[in-house]
Each structure stands twice: as structure tokens, then as C-alpha cells.
């Protein structure tokens, strides 16, 4: 995956505890909050053009898969990556992740990730790239940058995830656990 193009912070430098906190800080959160804000949004306009009906349930699905995603990274995944992250700092050995390796659920993200970026080019492609009609509403037009500031995110989001967080987690894993 290519890095977003919107994405101008050397993320590549950073310490792998700075990613997570800054993923689950910036990225899980932000979903939540400016998520729960755009569906709003979106109802409400498209509940005067019925073409955003189809946008509308494909966020809704997304948002609801999104945050199961994001609470098994919250709750199981990021845990030990900041264990892995920590036992290395220190030079210590960990014991290995309660159901072995941390490549299944890695696999499982990815492919989460996958289901996403696909629905959310299917949103781009209903919404003709976010583009509102010439005579559009305010409220419309403030949708469309909305839903494409969400997509934007959300890609960096991903990018950040697989390109760097999983790789190092996964370097980690092999030579910082006790088998």
C-alpha cells in the first residue's frame, strides 16, 4: 500500500509506542467522534436526496465494523504490541501471545482493513469522488468534505497500521519471545 498522499508526518521515524498511542488517540477516537457526527450528517441530507441512501448504509456498516475493529486492537492486539515494544526496550523475553503468534490476528486487521478501503471506494464512487451537485445545500456540500476528510483519515490510518505498526510488531514477536 502506497502512503496517503495526504499524509505529510514522518510517521516511519517514530518509536512503535508513539504509533499506538497515536492510532488509538488520534485515529480510534476520531472515528468515534467525527464518525457518529457525519452518519448524523448524512441522514439528515439524505433524507432529501434519496441517492445518499446507499452512502448512507455503507457508513453505517462501516462504522459499526469499524469499531469492533478498533476495540479488538484496543483490547487484545495493542496490549501486547506495547508489551513486545516494552520487553525489547528493556532487553527481556515475553512469553508468547495466548494463542501463539500475533500473525493471525495481524492477518485478521489486514483484512478488515481490506473490507474498508473497498467500501469506502464504493462510497467515493456513489458520491461521484464526494462531489456535490452545482446547486447543492451548505449541508451537502459540508457531507462531501466531510466524507472525504473521513476516507483520508481512515487510509493513513490503515497505511500506518500495515505498512510500519504490524511489520515492527511482527520483527518484534520473532526475536523477543520465549516459545
Not at 456540500?141 to 510488531?169: C, G, S, T
Request: proline share 4%; glycine share 2%; with cysteine.
Amino acid at each position: 500500500m502506497n502512503r496517503p498522499s495526504t499524509s505529510h508526518i514522518p510517521f516511519e521515524t517514530w518509536d512503535l509506542d508513539l504509533l499506538v498511542d497515536y492510532i488509538l488517540k488520534f485515529h480510534h477516537r476520531n472515528t468515534r467522534k467525527h464518525g457518529a457526527r457525519i452518519h448524523q450528517l448524512l441522514l439528515e441530507v439524505a433524507s432529501h436526496h434519496p441517492e445518499l441512501d446507499a452512502v448512507a448504509d455503507h457508513f453505517r456498516n462501516s462504522l459499526q465494523d469499524l469499531d469492533t475493529h478498533c476495540m479488538k486492537e484496543e483490547n487484545v492486539l495493542y496490549p501486547y504490541i506495547l508489551d513486545l515494544y516494552n520487553a525489547a526496550d528493556l532487553g527481556q523475553k515475553l512469553a508468547p501471545f495466548h494463542c501463539g503468534s500475533i500473525q493471525s490476528p495481524i492477518n485478521m486487521m489486514m483484512m478488515d482493513h481490506d473490507d474498508e478501503m473497498a467500501r469506502h471506494e464504493r462510497i467515493r464512487e456513489l458520491t461521484h469522488d464526494y462531489t456535490a451537485p452545482a446547486d447543492a445545500s451548505d449541508d451537502y456540500k459540508q457531507l462531501m468534505m466531510e466524507l472525504r476528510r473521513f476516507r483520508d483519515y481512515l487510509l493513513e490510518h490503515i497505511w500506518m497500521e500495515n505498512e510500519i505498526v504490524f511489520p515492527w510488531a511482527l520483527k518484534l514477536e520473532g526475536s523477543n519471545v520465549e516459545y
